[in-house]
């Protein structure tokens, strides 16, 4: 049994997205949660086209001054601890890198770019190395000489948790929503075999009307979101913020939305299968509730301090509860 705590901000969203609804009727936040992704469902961005994107600086995904999500929920990530593995999934040159480094964590990424990676360091002025990496024909290991930093030049499906071992927070921004529809299946379970328990991952997603833009970023709706990791993993949304932009305008869109999602990944027992009735379930389940009471606590308070002012809507159910 995989015990797991949810917080839902918004419980009639929770019930759409669980019952399959496929309808585009009005989101609460007065927007609509559009799940037929449609048009975007079959396409497909090659690495030759990230490549080029590169070489041509067309990088208008990169963001110079840092995610100011990241600087607002680093608490969350860390969640009180210290000397973390960070991972950034497709992390191009994201300073926020170099931030968690600063602040005294390992940081680890993977990025089909060369150029990306190369530039990251020489625009930290940081000295690296660089090496093969035995297991994956053609990748590169470019490690800062600190060693606090270490990214991986190959793709993100070359990897796994016996190449790079596990992390106890992710940082993925730019990525599952860079990633092609149809691969984010293996993405996502990929992402969770290298995850440890009570580890903290941050997602950035956003959400637009999919028709208008044909991606990357491609729209991942929250029910896909719900499908990919709701099975062992706890999501509740942070906050939803506006980052529309002139960018987006010239891509045709009326709104463009950066909501910020978390996942308590394997926040109790997941994993843990102790079968109903064993005495490993009554363990279990005392845990839970000593577990439910300290979380009511402490995300009450934190989920109450992100999300109410911007979706206005009361942030206090919480619940614990079984699933398979
Ligand atoms: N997360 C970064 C970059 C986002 S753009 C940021 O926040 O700035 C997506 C990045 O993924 C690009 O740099 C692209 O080169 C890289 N990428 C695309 N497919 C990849 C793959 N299969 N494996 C590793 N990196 C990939």
């Given at each position: 049994?995989?015990?797991?705590?949810?917080?839902?901000?918004?419980?009639?969203?929770?019930?759409?997205?669980?019952?399959?609804?496929?309808?585009?009727?009005?989101?609460?936040?007065?927007?609509?949660?559009?799940?037929?992704?449609?048009?975007?469902?079959?396409?497909?961005?090659?690495?030759?086209?990230?490549?080029e994107?590169?070489e041509?600086?067309n990088?208008?995904?990169?963001?110079?001054e840092?995610?100011p999500?990241?600087?607002?929920?680093l608490?969350?990530?860390?969640?009180?601890?210290?000397?973390?593995?960070?991972f950034?999934?497709?992390c191009?040159k994201?300073?926020?890198?170099?931030?968690?480094?600063?602040m005294?964590?390992?940081?680890?990424?993977?990025?089909?770019?060369?150029?990306?990676?190369?530039?990251?360091?020489?625009e930290?002025?940081?000295?690296?190395c660089?090496?093969?990496?035995?297991?994956?024909?053609g990748?590169?290991l470019?490690?800062?000489?600190s060693?606090?930093i270490?990214?991986?030049?190959?793709?993100?499906?070359?990897?796994?948790s016996?190449?790079?071992?596990?992390?106890d927070?992710?940082?993925?921004r730019?990525a599952l929503?860079?990633?092609?529809?149809c691969?984010?299946?293996?993405?996502?379970?990929?992402?969770?075999?290298?995850v440890?328990?009570?580890?903290?991952?941050l997602?950035?997603?956003?959400?637009?009307?999919p028709n208008?833009?044909k991606?990357?970023?491609?729209?991942?709706?929250?029910?896909?979101?719900?499908?990919?990791?709701?099975?062992?993993?706890?999501?509740?949304?942070?906050?939803k913020?506006?980052?529309?932009?002139e960018?987006h305008?010239?891509?045709?869109?009326?709104?463009?939305?950066?909501?910020?999602?978390?996942?308590?990944?394997?926040l109790?027992?997941?994993?843990?299968?102790?079968?109903?009735?064993?005495p490993g379930?009554?363990?279990a389940?005392?845990?839970t509730?000593?577990?439910?009471?300290?979380?009511?606590?402490?995300?009450?308070?934190?989920?109450?301090?992100?999300?109410?002012?911007?979706?206005s809507?009361?942030?206090?159910?919480?619940?614990?509860?079984?699933?398979?």
């Open positions: 049994m995989a015990v797991s705590l949810s917080v839902y901000c918004d419980c009639h969203q929770t019930l759409r997205a669980l019952s399959g609804d496929m309808d585009h009727s009005a989101h609460p936040s007065g927007l609509l949660e559009a799940s037929d992704v449609g048009s975007q469902k079959e396409r497909v961005v090659t690495e030759e086209e990230w490549l994107k590169w041509m600086g990088i208008g995904f990169h963001k110079e840092g995610h999500l990241l600087q607002k929920y608490d969350v990530l860390l969640n009180g601890r210290s000397g973390l593995r960070i950034f999934p497709l191009g994201a300073v926020e890198m170099k931030w968690l480094a600063d005294g964590h390992s940081v680890v990424g993977v990025e089909i770019s060369e150029q990306a990676v190369k530039d990251f360091f020489s930290h002025s940081l000295p690296y660089e090496e093969p990496v035995p297991e994956i024909s990748a590169k470019f490690q800062s000489t060693g606090n270490s990214l991986y030049c190959c793709s993100i499906y070359d990897l796994s016996s190449i790079v071992g596990k992390f927070g992710v940082w993925d730019g929503v860079a990633v092609n529809p691969d984010r299946q293996r993405y996502a379970s990929l992402m969770i075999s290298l440890e328990k009570n580890s903290s991952y997602l950035v997603t956003v959400s637009y009307d208008k833009h991606g990357p970023p491609f729209y991942v709706p929250e029910s896909e979101i719900k499908s990919l990791f709701g099975n062992c993993c706890e999501i509740r949304c942070l906050e913020v506006d980052g529309f932009s960018r305008k010239q891509w045709g869109l009326d709104y463009f939305l950066e909501p910020l999602q978390v996942d308590a990944v394997c109790a027992f997941c994993n843990s299968a102790s079968p109903t009735g064993s379930s009554v363990a389940a005392v845990q509730l000593f577990m439910g009471h300290w979380l009511r606590t402490r995300l009450g308070r934190e989920v109450g301090r992100c999300c109410k002012l911007v979706l809507i009361p942030v206090n159910i919480c619940q614990v509860k079984s699933c398979q």
